[in-house]
């Protein structure tokens, strides 16, 4: 979703914001702007659509050594040159760029600038406009800055430029992600820390409602009231070639193929010196303290929710609710005695996870993050944090980071198991090794796939995934897959409720994708398939070495039945790729998805 770049120091900026801009590409985004301050005053450039039209718009002979940028993903107003940002007040002596909603916008457009003629469809520009009134009014810009994010409502991430002062950006969060990158001589304003890692790895987090005043030699950071705030910098531990796509033609892919060494990587970094499984004693203790678990978690983090209930029940017997985040804070169920929040996010900055965040928090129950960020907003504000060490995933459709949150909910699960001396089917160490291994062969098998992408599902308009039991969860996995990238109507069923309504859309064709790896549902889901055959399907079961048949489209090496859909749902990832392939979508930037979704 929206990202934010700054940079103010002795270097020309423009280089560096529209570079930044490009590492925020993945997060989603429909129009893209800078603007930098120079003698000759504030210029802006900005563009609908691709970073790469912006940086044809953008005049090679402009030199300014400070701007800042903008990913728009658009909520308030269409996609269009108009809405994106930078934004700029009436006089255009302030210019600015946000990311968030600002709820009372209409309020405050009716309170306040009643006479100010109002350029975009914006919420964000009533905050350019405000800060202007307040200067104009005779504040100084930081008390006019101030002023104004005390009126707003909703969350922000914001700089801000002065047409006065190319020595100052103003910076704000409340929310939305922000941090400032510290260097020698300049210093920078990003969304994330991969954005900027072209020019320094030392971050400062910034906490809500706090400003900073960001100078090239200093950087202040202050609370609402005006009181200073020291935080120490942290290094962030990213590896600029971790963010390089290589010679793969696309990122999913690669993340895709990245599966195996990250399963490695994960029980290497859960394993103590005698090679046994360990996490945070604190985190067992909360969850033996609990008596049920809350998982909240959004999209493809709630499918890994959905196994990872079946994980935990199974081997640590603690009984599991799962919930989708923006539903869950609206309508909270009846919560147990001493519940436990599980918060799953790959970004760490699900906003509508982070809602609920805040409301148990209040509430005074216990959480758990588990995330790919270190650093991340969930994490912070957790009492406890598990990382998933997938490395970043660029692609907006999840892959790597979703079979992460399997092994690593997995771990969790054993290690409470063990906790409480109840039996655990297997070495998980093992079985994570196992999985490793059988994910290679599924990304030596990539033609195969791509062949079943191109017979099933070259020129359909619909297709189903089915399963029973812990098969209709990578169902759903397998469904959001396709459909976000190929746009292709795909939707994941429970392979007996099919008949109870849905299956009145198989037609001549339609494709049915079959996960066939659970003993105990084997024949019942055969018999889901004869179903919808009967009705012109065309079937596709996948199922899993010992329990295949005659007609199965491929079989999958063999693992613990209980850790099938760390396997099988890769499969699925690589048939939606190349669907999506097929089709001459756009892979790794789907069309109106944002990986990073950081509005409720
Ligand atoms: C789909 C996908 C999304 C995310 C969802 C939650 O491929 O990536 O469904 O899973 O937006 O995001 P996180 O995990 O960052 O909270």
């Known amino acids: 979703m929206c990202g934010i770049v700054g940079y103010i120091g002795y270097n020309d900026s423009k280089e560096i914001l529209l570079k930044g801009l490009e590492k925020l590409e993945y997060r989603g985004y429909d129009s893209a702007g800078i603007a930098v301050i120079n003698n000759d005053g504030v210029q802006i450039f900005k563009e609908k659509g691709r970073i790469a039209d912006l940086r044809e718009a953008v005049d090679p002979k402009v030199e300014a050594q400070t701007g800042i940028g903008h990913t728009r993903w658009a909520t308030h107003g269409v996609p269009s040159r108009t809405n994106s940002h930078p934004h700029q007040s009436a006089s255009e002596r302030f210019t600015l760029v946000h990311n968030g909603v600002i709820e009372n916008y209409d309020i405050l457009k009716r309170e306040y600038l009643q006479n100010v003629e109002m350029k975009s469809e914006?919420?964000?520009?009533?905050?350019?406009?405000?800060?202007?009134?307040?200067?104009?009014?005779?504040?100084?810009?930081?008390?006019?800055?101030?002023?104004?994010?005390?009126?707003?409502?909703?969350?922000?991430?914001?700089?801000?430029?002065?047409?006065?002062?190319?020595?100052?950006i103003?910076?704000?969060?409340?929310?939305?992600?922000?941090?400032?990158?510290?260097?020698?001589?300049?210093?920078?304003?990003?969304?994330?820390?991969?954005?900027?890692?072209?020019?320094?790895?030392?971050?400062?987090?910034?906490?809500?409602?706090?400003?900073?005043?960001?100078?090239?030699?200093?950087?202040?950071?202050?609370?609402?009231?005006?009181?200073?705030?020291?935080?120490?910098?942290y290094t962030a531990e990213l590896d600029a070639s971790d963010i390089e796509k290589g010679t793969y033609p696309h990122y999913m892919l690669k993340e895709i193929d990245e599966q195996p060494a990250v399963m490695r990587k994960i029980i290497q970094n859960y394993q103590d010196e005698n090679g046994e499984l360990e996490i945070d004693s604190d985190i067992v203790t909360a969850m033996n303290d609990a008596d049920r678990i809350y998982i909240i978690a959004a999209g493809t983090s709630y499918h890994a929710g959905l196994v990872g209930k079946q994980f935990i029940e199974r081997m640590a017997q603690i009984p599991v609710e799962v919930h989708i985040s923006s539903e869950f804070g609206y309508n909270m169920p009846l919560l147990s005695k001493?519940?436990?929040?599980?918060?799953?996010?790959?970004?760490?900055?699900?906003?509508?996870?982070?809602?609920?965040?805040?409301?148990?928090?209040?509430?005074?129950?216990?959480?758990?993050?588990?995330?790919?960020?270190?650093?991340?907003?969930?994490?912070?504000?957790?009492?406890?944090?598990?990382?998933?060490?997938?490395?970043?995933?660029?692609?907006?459709?999840?892959?790597?980071?979703?079979?992460?949150?399997?092994?690593?909910?997995?771990?969790?699960?054993?290690?409470?198991?063990?906790?409480?001396?109840?039996?655990?089917?297997?070495?998980?160490?093992?079985?994570?090794?196992?999985?490793?291994?059988?994910?290679?062969?599924?990304?030596?098998?990539?033609?195969?796939?791509?062949?079943?992408?191109?017979?099933y599902l070259s020129t359909t308009r619909n297709c189903f995934f089915i399963g029973r039991g812990i098969d209709f969860y990578v169902g759903l996995e397998g469904a959001l897959k396709l459909k976000e990238i190929s746009y292709i109507q795909a939707e994941?069923?429970?392979?007996?409720?099919?008949?109870?309504?849905?299956?009145?859309?198989?037609?001549?064709?339609?494709?049915?994708?079959?996960?066939?790896?659970?003993?105990?549902?084997?024949?019942?889901?055969?018999?889901?398939?004869?179903?919808?055959?009967?009705?012109?399907?065309?079937?596709?079961?996948?199922?899993?070495?010992?329990?295949?048949?005659?007609?199965?489209?491929?079989?999958?090496?063999?693992?613990?039945?209980?850790?099938?859909?760390?396997?099988?749902?890769?499969?699925?990832?690589?048939?939606?790729?190349?669907?999506?392939?097929?089709?001459?979508?756009?892979?790794?930037?789907?069309?109106?998805?944002?990986?990073?979704?950081?509005?409720?």
Do not use: W
Not at 184 to 192: K, P, R, T
Not at 410 to 424: C, N, P, Q
Not at 549 to 559: A, G, H, L, Q, S
């Open 338 to 455: 001493k519940p436990l929040f599980i918060f799953i996010s790959q970004s760490g900055e699900t906003a509508d996870s982070r809602q609920v965040l805040v409301q148990v928090k209040e509430m005074g129950h216990k959480s758990l993050t588990i995330t790919n960020v270190p650093g991340s907003t969930l994490s912070r504000e957790a009492d406890h944090t598990m990382l998933l060490y997938a490395g970043p995933e660029i692609a907006v459709a999840s892959t790597k980071a979703y079979t992460a949150q399997l092994a690593v909910l997995a771990i969790l699960a054993e290690v409470t198991a063990k906790s409480r001396a109840m039996e655990v089917p297997f070495n998980l160490v093992q079985e994570l090794g196992i999985v490793a291994n059988a994910m290679e062969v599924l990304r030596d098998s990539k033609e195969d796939f791509e062949m079943i992408a191109h017979e």
């Open 122 to 168: 914006t919420d964000t520009e009533v905050i350019v406009q405000l800060v202007e009134l307040f200067a104009n009014e005779g504040l100084q810009v930081e008390d006019a800055f101030r002023k104004t994010l005390t009126l707003l409502h909703g969350s922000y991430a914001l700089a801000l430029i002065d047409e006065q002062d190319k020595e100052t």
């Open 170 to 233: 103003y910076v704000a969060k409340n929310k939305s992600p922000l941090l400032v990158g510290l260097g020698f001589g300049f210093n920078v304003v990003a969304s994330d820390a991969m954005a900027m890692l072209q020019v320094t790895d030392k971050y400062v987090e910034l906490m809500d409602k706090e400003m900073v005043i960001v100078k090239k030699e200093e950087v202040t950071i202050k609370n609402l009231d005006g009181e200073v705030i020291n935080r120490e910098p």
């Open 492 to 600: 994941g069923f429970a392979g007996g409720e099919l008949k109870h309504g849905t299956i009145a859309l198989i037609e001549e064709g339609t494709p049915v994708i079959a996960l066939a790896t659970q003993k105990f549902v084997n024949l019942s889901i055969r018999g889901n398939v004869k179903e919808v055959v009967a009705r012109g399907a065309n079937p596709c079961i996948i199922s899993m070495d010992g329990l295949n048949m005659e007609d199965d489209r491929f079989v999958i090496p063999e693992v613990h039945e209980l850790l099938t859909p760390l396997i099988s749902v890769v499969p699925v990832q690589l048939i939606s790729y190349y669907a999506a392939l097929h089709r001459d979508c756009d892979v790794d930037k789907p069309r109106n998805l944002a990986k990073s979704v950081t509005v409720e």
